[in-house]
Protein backbone atom coordinates (compact mmCIF):
# COMPACT_ATOMS: atom_id res chain seq x y z
CA UNK A 1 0.00 0.00 0.00
CA UNK A 2 1.43 3.73 -1.23
CA UNK A 3 1.82 5.93 2.24
CA UNK A 4 1.59 9.65 2.38
CA UNK A 5 2.04 11.72 4.96
CA UNK A 6 -0.64 14.71 5.88
CA UNK A 7 0.95 17.83 7.36
CA UNK A 8 -2.10 19.76 9.03
CA UNK A 9 -4.34 16.62 8.64
CA UNK A 10 -7.04 17.23 11.24
CA UNK A 11 -7.77 20.53 9.65
CA UNK A 12 -10.60 21.51 7.31
CA UNK A 13 -8.65 20.62 4.14
CA UNK A 14 -6.20 18.18 5.15
CA UNK A 15 -9.48 16.19 7.01
CA UNK A 16 -11.02 15.97 3.55
CA UNK A 17 -8.26 14.84 1.77
CA UNK A 18 -7.33 12.33 3.87
CA UNK A 19 -10.34 10.99 3.36
CA UNK A 20 -9.94 10.87 -0.24
CA UNK A 21 -6.56 9.26 -0.20
CA UNK A 22 -7.69 6.35 2.23
CA UNK A 23 -10.71 6.15 -0.16
CA UNK A 24 -8.31 5.50 -2.91
CA UNK A 25 -6.31 2.79 -1.12
CA UNK A 26 -3.44 4.76 0.63
CA UNK A 27 -2.19 4.40 3.88
CA UNK A 28 -2.09 8.12 5.34
CA UNK A 29 0.06 9.27 8.22
CA UNK A 30 -1.24 12.58 9.62
CA UNK A 31 1.23 15.36 11.21
CA UNK A 32 -0.97 17.72 13.10
CA UNK A 33 0.21 20.07 16.50
CA UNK A 34 -3.65 20.42 16.70
CA UNK A 35 -3.03 24.26 17.07
CA UNK A 36 -6.42 25.05 14.51
CA UNK A 37 -8.21 21.47 14.82
CA UNK A 38 -9.36 18.87 17.29
CA UNK A 39 -8.39 15.29 17.77
CA UNK A 40 -11.99 13.96 16.80
CA UNK A 41 -11.29 14.89 13.58
CA UNK A 42 -9.73 11.63 13.35
CA UNK A 43 -13.15 9.99 14.16
CA UNK A 44 -15.01 11.80 11.83
CA UNK A 45 -12.72 10.63 9.11
CA UNK A 46 -13.15 6.76 10.74
CA UNK A 47 -16.67 6.30 10.45
CA UNK A 48 -16.61 7.78 6.94
CA UNK A 49 -13.66 5.34 5.87
CA UNK A 50 -13.47 2.86 7.89
CA UNK A 51 -9.82 3.50 9.30
CA UNK A 52 -8.51 5.83 11.64
CA UNK A 53 -4.99 7.10 10.06
CA UNK A 54 -2.04 6.67 11.84
CA UNK A 55 -1.67 10.25 13.84
CA UNK A 56 1.02 12.36 15.06
CA UNK A 57 0.48 15.59 17.17
CA UNK A 58 3.73 17.21 15.81
CA UNK A 59 4.67 20.90 15.20
CA UNK A 60 6.32 20.83 11.51
CA UNK A 61 7.97 24.14 12.38
CA UNK A 62 9.76 22.44 15.37
CA UNK A 63 12.56 20.35 13.74
CA UNK A 64 12.96 17.56 16.47
CA UNK A 65 9.37 16.60 16.54
CA UNK A 66 9.22 16.50 12.76
CA UNK A 67 12.45 13.87 12.37
CA UNK A 68 10.78 11.29 14.36
CA UNK A 69 7.90 11.17 11.68
CA UNK A 70 10.38 11.07 9.01
CA UNK A 71 12.14 8.51 10.41
CA UNK A 72 9.69 5.86 11.18
CA UNK A 73 7.71 6.72 8.03
CA UNK A 74 10.79 7.01 5.52
CA UNK A 75 9.03 4.71 3.17
CA UNK A 76 5.82 7.02 2.30
CA UNK A 77 6.23 8.38 -1.54
CA UNK A 78 4.74 12.14 -0.91
CA UNK A 79 3.74 14.40 1.83
CA UNK A 80 1.07 16.64 1.39
CA UNK A 81 1.71 19.97 3.15
CA UNK A 82 -1.24 21.45 4.84
CA UNK A 83 0.14 22.63 8.04
CA UNK A 84 -0.16 26.44 8.33
CA UNK A 85 -1.33 29.81 10.09
CA UNK A 86 -4.57 31.09 7.58
CA UNK A 87 -5.83 34.03 9.36
CA UNK A 88 -5.50 36.91 7.22
CA UNK A 89 -5.81 39.70 9.78
CA UNK A 90 -4.11 38.04 12.53
CA UNK A 91 -1.51 37.60 10.42
CA UNK A 92 -1.33 41.68 9.50
CA UNK A 93 -1.27 41.82 13.65
CA UNK A 94 1.44 39.31 14.40
CA UNK A 95 3.37 38.53 11.35
CA UNK A 96 6.44 37.19 12.76
CA UNK A 97 4.06 34.36 13.83
CA UNK A 98 3.42 33.75 10.30
CA UNK A 99 6.50 33.67 9.15
CA UNK A 100 8.07 31.81 11.65
CA UNK A 101 4.81 28.89 11.56
CA UNK A 102 4.50 28.42 7.75
CA UNK A 103 7.83 29.19 6.50
CA UNK A 104 9.90 26.84 8.91
CA UNK A 105 7.41 24.73 8.70
CA UNK A 106 8.15 24.25 4.84
CA UNK A 107 11.44 24.42 5.29
CA UNK A 108 11.87 21.65 7.91
CA UNK A 109 9.24 19.28 5.54
CA UNK A 110 11.78 19.88 2.50
CA UNK A 111 14.72 19.14 4.56
CA UNK A 112 13.19 15.91 5.93
CA UNK A 113 12.20 14.98 2.46
CA UNK A 114 15.87 15.35 1.24
CA UNK A 115 17.60 13.86 4.24
CA UNK A 116 14.74 10.59 3.83
CA UNK A 117 14.38 10.79 -0.11
CA UNK A 118 10.95 11.10 -0.24
CA UNK A 119 10.79 12.73 -3.55
CA UNK A 120 7.23 13.79 -4.05
CA UNK A 121 5.39 17.18 -2.67
CA UNK A 122 2.12 18.80 -3.07
CA UNK A 123 1.86 22.26 -1.52
CA UNK A 124 -1.53 24.20 -0.39
CA UNK A 125 -0.40 27.23 -1.70
CA UNK A 126 -3.74 30.11 -2.81
CA UNK A 127 -5.03 32.17 -5.02
CA UNK A 128 -4.31 35.40 -3.15
CA UNK A 129 -0.83 35.51 -4.38
CA UNK A 130 -2.60 37.11 -7.79
CA UNK A 131 -3.93 40.23 -5.67
CA UNK A 132 -6.26 41.75 -7.92
CA UNK A 133 -5.80 40.59 -11.48
CA UNK A 134 -5.52 42.48 -14.46
CA UNK A 135 -7.46 40.01 -16.60
CA UNK A 136 -9.59 37.74 -15.49
CA UNK A 137 -10.22 34.24 -15.51
CA UNK A 138 -6.69 34.16 -14.17
CA UNK A 139 -4.21 31.34 -15.35
CA UNK A 140 -0.76 29.83 -13.54
CA UNK A 141 0.83 32.50 -15.83
CA UNK A 142 -1.25 35.29 -14.80
CA UNK A 143 1.33 37.53 -12.49
CA UNK A 144 2.32 37.02 -9.18
CA UNK A 145 2.33 40.08 -7.04
CA UNK A 146 3.00 41.26 -3.62
CA UNK A 147 0.09 39.74 -1.85
CA UNK A 148 -1.86 42.16 0.54
CA UNK A 149 -1.27 40.85 3.49
CA UNK A 150 2.28 38.76 5.34
CA UNK A 151 -0.24 35.44 5.31
CA UNK A 152 -0.65 35.67 1.85
CA UNK A 153 3.43 36.76 1.13
CA UNK A 154 4.31 33.21 3.42
CA UNK A 155 2.60 31.41 0.21
CA UNK A 156 4.26 33.38 -2.52
CA UNK A 157 7.87 32.80 -0.12
CA UNK A 158 7.07 29.50 -0.29
CA UNK A 159 6.43 28.62 -3.94
CA UNK A 160 9.73 30.60 -4.10
CA UNK A 161 11.38 28.33 -1.54
CA UNK A 162 10.30 24.74 -3.17
CA UNK A 163 11.68 26.64 -6.82
CA UNK A 164 14.91 26.90 -5.32
CA UNK A 165 14.86 23.49 -3.38
CA UNK A 166 14.28 21.56 -6.57
CA UNK A 167 16.51 23.08 -8.51
CA UNK A 168 19.61 22.36 -5.55
CA UNK A 169 18.20 18.05 -6.10
CA UNK A 170 17.78 15.56 -8.91
CA UNK A 171 15.07 13.60 -7.57
CA UNK A 172 12.65 15.73 -5.30
CA UNK A 173 9.47 16.84 -7.50
CA UNK A 174 6.28 19.50 -6.55
CA UNK A 175 3.03 20.64 -7.48
CA UNK A 176 1.54 23.22 -5.88
CA UNK A 177 -1.77 23.92 -6.16
CA UNK A 178 -3.43 27.50 -5.97
CA UNK A 179 -6.33 27.23 -4.04
CA UNK A 180 -9.27 29.85 -4.81
CA UNK A 181 -11.88 29.72 -1.97
CA UNK A 182 -12.94 26.36 -0.24
CA UNK A 183 -16.42 25.61 0.95
CA UNK A 184 -18.60 23.17 2.48
CA UNK A 185 -18.49 19.70 4.13
CA UNK A 186 -18.32 16.06 3.81
CA UNK A 187 -21.99 14.44 2.38
CA UNK A 188 -22.20 12.56 5.79
CA UNK A 189 -21.70 15.61 7.60
CA UNK A 190 -19.21 13.94 9.53
CA UNK A 191 -16.36 16.53 9.29
CA UNK A 192 -16.68 20.13 8.18
CA UNK A 193 -14.88 23.72 8.64
CA UNK A 194 -14.78 24.21 12.67
CA UNK A 195 -13.68 27.94 12.74
CA UNK A 196 -12.37 28.98 16.57
CA UNK A 197 -13.98 32.15 17.58
CA UNK A 198 -16.11 34.81 15.48
CA UNK A 199 -15.47 33.47 11.39
CA UNK A 200 -13.63 35.59 8.88
CA UNK A 201 -14.93 33.45 5.73
CA UNK A 202 -17.87 33.90 4.16
CA UNK A 203 -19.36 30.66 4.34
CA UNK A 204 -19.20 29.43 8.22
CA UNK A 205 -20.22 33.45 8.63
CA UNK A 206 -23.53 32.46 6.94
CA UNK A 207 -24.69 28.85 8.94
CA UNK A 208 -23.70 30.49 12.24
CA UNK A 209 -25.71 33.49 11.73
CA UNK A 210 -28.58 31.21 9.79
CA UNK A 211 -28.31 28.74 12.90
CA UNK A 212 -28.59 31.85 15.30
CA UNK A 213 -24.82 32.38 16.91
CA UNK A 214 -24.72 35.48 15.02
CA UNK A 215 -27.18 38.11 14.59
CA UNK A 216 -26.79 38.86 10.88
CA UNK A 217 -24.42 38.95 8.40
CA UNK A 218 -22.76 42.01 7.49
CA UNK A 219 -21.57 42.29 3.03
CA UNK A 220 -18.80 44.09 2.70
CA UNK A 221 -19.81 46.58 0.29
CA UNK A 222 -21.84 46.39 -2.86
CA UNK A 223 -20.44 49.38 -4.71
CA UNK A 224 -17.52 46.89 -6.46
CA UNK A 225 -17.52 47.14 -10.20
CA UNK A 226 -19.50 44.16 -10.66
CA UNK A 227 -22.88 43.21 -12.05
CA UNK A 228 -24.49 43.18 -8.21
CA UNK A 229 -22.07 45.73 -6.51
CA UNK A 230 -21.02 42.85 -4.55
CA UNK A 231 -17.49 41.17 -4.63
CA UNK A 232 -17.11 38.66 -6.56
CA UNK A 233 -15.17 34.53 -5.75
CA UNK A 234 -14.28 31.37 -7.10
CA UNK A 235 -16.02 29.47 -4.75
CA UNK A 236 -14.69 25.52 -4.73
CA UNK A 237 -16.26 22.76 -2.87
CA UNK A 238 -13.97 21.14 -0.49
CA UNK A 239 -14.18 17.27 -1.32
CA UNK A 240 -13.64 18.61 -5.08
CA UNK A 241 -10.68 20.13 -3.72
CA UNK A 242 -9.48 17.05 -1.57
CA UNK A 243 -9.42 14.99 -4.55
CA UNK A 244 -7.41 17.36 -6.37
CA UNK A 245 -4.65 15.99 -3.62
CA UNK A 246 -4.65 12.39 -5.02
CA UNK A 247 -4.81 13.02 -8.70
CA UNK A 248 -1.86 15.53 -8.09
CA UNK A 249 0.21 12.60 -6.19
CA UNK A 250 -0.54 10.29 -9.29
CA UNK A 251 0.50 12.65 -11.74
CA UNK A 252 3.99 13.34 -9.49
CA UNK A 253 4.17 9.71 -9.76
CA UNK A 254 4.44 9.22 -13.59
CA UNK A 255 5.36 12.71 -14.97
CA UNK A 256 8.92 13.72 -15.57
CA UNK A 257 7.60 17.56 -14.54
CA UNK A 258 9.84 18.66 -11.64
CA UNK A 259 7.32 21.43 -10.77
CA UNK A 260 3.86 22.43 -11.58
CA UNK A 261 1.50 24.88 -10.68
CA UNK A 262 -2.08 24.57 -10.69
CA UNK A 263 -5.40 26.76 -10.52
CA UNK A 264 -8.46 24.80 -8.02
CA UNK A 265 -11.31 26.36 -8.51
CA UNK A 266 -14.86 26.04 -10.23
CA UNK A 267 -13.89 28.46 -12.89
CA UNK A 268 -16.70 30.45 -12.62
CA UNK A 269 -17.08 33.34 -10.14
CA UNK A 270 -20.12 34.00 -7.80
CA UNK A 271 -20.82 37.45 -5.94
CA UNK A 272 -21.97 37.69 -2.38
CA UNK A 273 -25.27 37.95 -2.70
CA UNK A 274 -25.33 35.01 -5.16
CA UNK A 275 -23.86 32.91 -2.86
CA UNK A 276 -26.84 34.57 -0.07
CA UNK A 277 -29.57 33.81 -2.68
CA UNK A 278 -28.22 30.03 -3.39
CA UNK A 279 -27.45 29.62 0.47
CA UNK A 280 -32.00 30.38 1.12
CA UNK A 281 -32.54 28.64 -1.95
CA UNK A 282 -30.91 25.66 -1.10
CA UNK A 283 -32.02 25.73 2.47
CA UNK A 284 -35.51 27.30 2.65
CA UNK A 285 -33.78 29.35 5.70
CA UNK A 286 -34.23 32.76 5.19
CA UNK A 287 -30.66 34.83 6.13
CA UNK A 288 -30.51 38.29 7.47
CA UNK A 289 -27.94 40.29 6.03
CA UNK A 290 -27.41 44.15 5.64
CA UNK A 291 -24.66 45.81 3.48
CA UNK A 292 -21.76 47.86 5.51
CA UNK A 293 -18.53 48.93 4.01
CA UNK A 294 -15.82 47.06 2.04
CA UNK A 295 -13.27 44.88 3.97
CA UNK A 296 -9.97 46.35 4.02
CA UNK A 297 -7.70 44.34 1.80
CA UNK A 298 -10.51 42.79 0.06
CA UNK A 299 -9.73 42.05 -4.18
CA UNK A 300 -12.86 42.91 -5.99
CA UNK A 301 -13.15 39.74 -8.14
CA UNK A 302 -10.89 36.68 -8.71
CA UNK A 303 -12.17 33.46 -10.02
CA UNK A 304 -9.68 30.82 -12.04
CA UNK A 305 -8.94 29.39 -15.12
CA UNK A 306 -9.12 25.90 -14.89
CA UNK A 307 -8.49 24.65 -17.77
CA UNK A 308 -4.77 23.64 -17.21
CA UNK A 309 -6.13 21.11 -14.11
CA UNK A 310 -8.60 20.06 -16.28
CA UNK A 311 -6.54 18.89 -19.43
CA UNK A 312 -3.22 18.03 -17.32
CA UNK A 313 -4.64 16.65 -13.70
CA UNK A 314 -7.73 15.46 -15.57
CA UNK A 315 -9.51 17.25 -13.21
CA UNK A 316 -12.75 19.14 -12.51
CA UNK A 317 -14.91 20.51 -9.95
CA UNK A 318 -17.82 18.50 -10.29
CA UNK A 319 -20.50 19.84 -7.41
CA UNK A 320 -22.95 22.51 -7.83
CA UNK A 321 -23.11 25.38 -5.59
CA UNK A 322 -26.23 24.69 -4.57
CA UNK A 323 -25.22 21.47 -3.25
CA UNK A 324 -22.01 23.08 -1.86
CA UNK A 325 -23.46 25.71 -0.07
CA UNK A 326 -26.31 22.90 2.05
CA UNK A 327 -23.35 20.63 2.64
CA UNK A 328 -21.90 23.70 4.55
CA UNK A 329 -25.73 24.00 6.03
CA UNK A 330 -26.45 20.19 6.76
CA UNK A 331 -22.66 20.24 8.51
CA UNK A 332 -23.56 23.32 10.71
CA UNK A 333 -26.87 22.13 11.75
CA UNK A 334 -25.02 18.38 12.88
CA UNK A 335 -22.18 20.27 14.69
CA UNK A 336 -24.62 21.94 16.87
CA UNK A 337 -26.85 18.94 17.69
CA UNK A 338 -23.92 17.80 19.59
P1 LIG B 1 -6.91 24.67 8.92
O1 LIG B 1 -6.45 25.68 9.91
O2 LIG B 1 -8.27 24.10 9.10
O3 LIG B 1 -5.87 23.48 8.81
C1 LIG B 1 -4.50 23.64 9.02
C2 LIG B 1 -4.07 22.58 10.01
O4 LIG B 1 -2.67 22.71 10.22
C3 LIG B 1 -4.76 22.70 11.36
O5 LIG B 1 -5.26 21.43 11.74
C4 LIG B 1 -3.64 23.15 12.30
O6 LIG B 1 -3.81 22.63 13.60
C5 LIG B 1 -2.41 22.59 11.61
N1 LIG B 1 -1.17 23.32 11.87
C6 LIG B 1 -0.94 24.65 11.80
N2 LIG B 1 0.35 24.91 12.10
C7 LIG B 1 0.93 23.71 12.36
C8 LIG B 1 2.23 23.31 12.74
N3 LIG B 1 3.22 24.20 12.94
N4 LIG B 1 2.48 22.00 12.91
C9 LIG B 1 1.51 21.07 12.73
N5 LIG B 1 0.26 21.40 12.40
C10 LIG B 1 -0.02 22.70 12.21
O7 LIG B 1 -6.77 25.36 7.47
P2 LIG B 1 -7.30 24.84 6.07
O8 LIG B 1 -8.38 25.77 5.61
O9 LIG B 1 -7.55 23.39 6.09
O10 LIG B 1 -6.03 25.17 5.19
C11 LIG B 1 -5.07 24.17 4.86
C12 LIG B 1 -3.98 24.78 4.01
O11 LIG B 1 -4.57 25.34 2.83
C13 LIG B 1 -3.21 25.91 4.67
O12 LIG B 1 -1.87 25.84 4.26
C14 LIG B 1 -3.87 27.15 4.11
O13 LIG B 1 -3.02 28.24 4.12
C15 LIG B 1 -4.18 26.69 2.70
N6 LIG B 1 -5.27 27.44 2.06
C16 LIG B 1 -6.47 27.54 2.68
C17 LIG B 1 -7.51 28.25 2.09
C18 LIG B 1 -8.84 28.42 2.78
O14 LIG B 1 -9.57 29.34 2.41
N7 LIG B 1 -9.20 27.58 3.72
C19 LIG B 1 -7.31 28.84 0.83
C20 LIG B 1 -6.06 28.71 0.21
C21 LIG B 1 -5.03 27.99 0.85
C1 LIG C 1 -15.32 36.05 0.54
C2 LIG C 1 -16.17 37.24 0.16
C3 LIG C 1 -15.79 39.17 1.52
C4 LIG C 1 -17.28 37.56 5.25
C5 LIG C 1 -9.75 34.50 2.21
C6 LIG C 1 -8.28 34.77 2.24
C7 LIG C 1 -7.58 34.09 1.11
C8 LIG C 1 -7.95 32.61 1.06
C9 LIG C 1 -9.42 32.38 1.15
C10 LIG C 1 -6.27 31.31 2.12
C11 LIG C 1 -15.40 38.56 0.18
C12 LIG C 1 -17.20 38.67 1.69
C13 LIG C 1 -16.92 37.71 3.93
C14 LIG C 1 -18.38 38.31 5.74
C15 LIG C 1 -18.69 39.25 3.56
N1 LIG C 1 -7.39 31.88 2.14
N2 LIG C 1 -17.61 38.54 3.10
N3 LIG C 1 -19.05 39.13 4.88
O1 LIG C 1 -11.41 37.09 1.50
O2 LIG C 1 -11.85 35.80 -0.63
O3 LIG C 1 -10.24 34.97 0.97
O4 LIG C 1 -9.96 33.10 2.27
O5 LIG C 1 -5.39 31.33 1.34
O6 LIG C 1 -6.22 34.26 1.29
O7 LIG C 1 -8.06 36.17 2.15
O8 LIG C 1 -12.64 34.87 1.55
O9 LIG C 1 -14.60 33.99 2.74
O10 LIG C 1 -13.28 35.88 3.79
O11 LIG C 1 -14.64 36.34 1.75
O12 LIG C 1 -19.31 40.02 2.81
O13 LIG C 1 -18.74 38.25 6.93
O14 LIG C 1 -17.21 37.39 1.13
O15 LIG C 1 -15.75 40.57 1.53
O16 LIG C 1 -15.89 39.35 -0.86
P1 LIG C 1 -11.54 35.81 0.82
P2 LIG C 1 -13.79 35.23 2.57
New binding site residues.
Given amino acids: MQKVIV ?9 HTVVEFQNEGFEVVV ?7 NIE ?1 LDGIERITGKKPVFYK ?5 SAELEKVFAEHSDSIAVI ?6 AVGDSVKNPLKYYH ?2 V ?2 LINVLSKMIKYAIPNLVF ?5 VYGQPEVLPVTEQSPVVKPESP ?1 GN ?2 KINEEIIVDTLASTDFLKAISL ?5 IGAHPSSEIG ?2 PIGVPD ?1 LLPYITQTAIGLRDELSVFGNDYNTPDGTAIRDYIYVCDLAKAHVVAVKRLLKSKEQYEIFNIGTGKGSSVLEIIQAFERSTGVKLNYKIVARRPGDVEKVWADTSKANKVLGWKAESSLDQTVKSAWEWERKVRER
Fill in positions: TGGTGYIGSVDNLSNSVVDVANHFAAYKNNEGSSSCTYTKRYFNPELN
